[in-house]
């Protein structure tokens, strides 16, 4: 079993940054592919980025590719998501999820872990 745990959201103006972090409990931590979700009011949850579970792969959506990083740190079991150039359009609540696969990226259905969520607010 995995908990996850977000912290870093916050209010910040358009081309600001933030650094998103996702702390796991349990000493399995390096078993488990993170990835980050967000979900603004109104819209369906959508993927952000994602991290192997050695964090020698990544996967980005195109809407945050090159203005995003995700990395991870194993030995302290966390995540994170530097978020640069930020934009209003990147107002939601951003979610981090594990699912133990070898895989960089699986589709929202399969990450069996969740955190509480994060509120990122850009304003104009």
């Known amino acids: 079993q995995v908990q996850l745990v977000e912290s870093g959201g916050g209010l910040v103006q358009a081309g600001g940054s933030l650094r998103l972090s996702c702390a796991a409990s349990?000493?399995?931590?390096?078993?488990?592919?993170i990835a980050w979700f967000r979900q603004a009011p109104g819209k369906e949850r959508e993927f952000v980025a994602a991290?192997?579970?050695?964090?020698?792969?990544?996967y980005y959506a195109d809407s945050v590719k090159g203005r995003f990083t995700i990395s991870r740190d194993n030995a302290k079991s966390t995540t994170y998501l530097q978020m640069n150039t930020l934009k209003p359009e990147d107002t939601a609540v951003y979610y981090c999820a594990a699912e133990r696969t070898i895989h960089v990226y699986s589709p929202l259905w399969k990450y069996d872990y969740w955190g509480q969520g994060t509120q990122v607010t850009v304003s104009s």
């Open positions: 991290i192997d579970r050695s964090g020698g792969s990544t």
């Open positions: 349990g000493r399995t931590f390096n078993s488990y592919a």
